[in-house]
């Protein structure tokens, strides 16, 4: 692992086969599915990573992974993105060890099942929105006046399909996500144009989310899906690497729907 008195790797222009080298990408929830999936896409696109979670010894598994297959520095730091303090700190840890954030993602999630919406009780409406929408929004401030008053940055926040396609079953984390939209927006107006942002809204992918899932019902909807199946985990590395870098020069506000086509599914429970 790395020290916090080593130097930042020197910025360069990227090459199509790295087209991150030399910049430095925070991830959040970074030490499993889809995070973990970005982390490592990263760092073999060439960039220097944070990997953040709730689990230090998760996030440290990782950067030695990342450190031993990939040649890139691996910054592990455990930080509950609900809790604004912690924010803060992760925010002044990424740049005492790199020196500044090329690239935020905006992954970290929760969404909680629950036995009907009469009984989603005040903790875990408060907990959803904290991870999905408060936290993404703290983080987003902080590091995006950082990188307007620098070189800039490309922000990208992680949403879902359930923002646009809600179901009874996940409405507090689909309104989150909704919300997570509108920030991208907004963001997107208030820190261009040097900082972009923008979000990859994804359908169902095969993480340890899914676990909770009710496979059976999922199966039945995937088959009205055009791609027939669920994602996994890589497949958000190409849009997550067009978003952090210069291929996206042009593109802010956006949101790109990763989904295996839900989105053009009209039947009623997708």
Known sequence: ??????????????????????????V???SRG????????????????VISSRKLDDCRALAEEVEREHGRRAFPHAAHVGHWDEVGALVEAAYAEFGRVDVLVNNAGLAPTYPGLDQVTEELFDKVIGVNLKGPFRLTALVATRMAAGAGGSI?????SAAVRPMTTDLP?????????????????????????????????LTD????????????????????RAG???????????????ASSYTTGAVLPVDGGRGVVSFGSA
Not at 209 to 225: F, K, V
């Open 1 to 26: 692992m790395t020290s916090t008195s080593s130097p930042a790797s020197s910025p360069t222009t990227g090459s199509p086969a790295q087209p991150l080298l030399g910049k430095v990408a925070l």
């Open 28 to 30: 959040t929830g970074g």
């Open 34 to 49: 889809l995070g973990r999936a970005m982390v490592r896409g990263f760092a073999r696109a060439g960039a220097d990573v």
């Open 156 to 160: 990208i926040n992680i949403s879902s």
């Open 173 to 205: 984390y689909a309104a989150a996500k909704g919300g997570l939209n509108v920030l991208t927006a907004g963001f997107a107006q208030a820190f261009g144009p040097s900082v972009r942002v923008n979000t990859i809204m994804a359908g169902p992918f």
């Open 209 to 228: 989310m899914s676990r909770g899932w009710d496979m059976d019902a999922l199966t039945g909807d995937l088959a009205h899906y055009p791609m027939r």
């Open 232 to 246: 996994d985990p890589d497949e958000v590395v190409g849009a997550a690497v067009y978003f952090a870098s210069d």
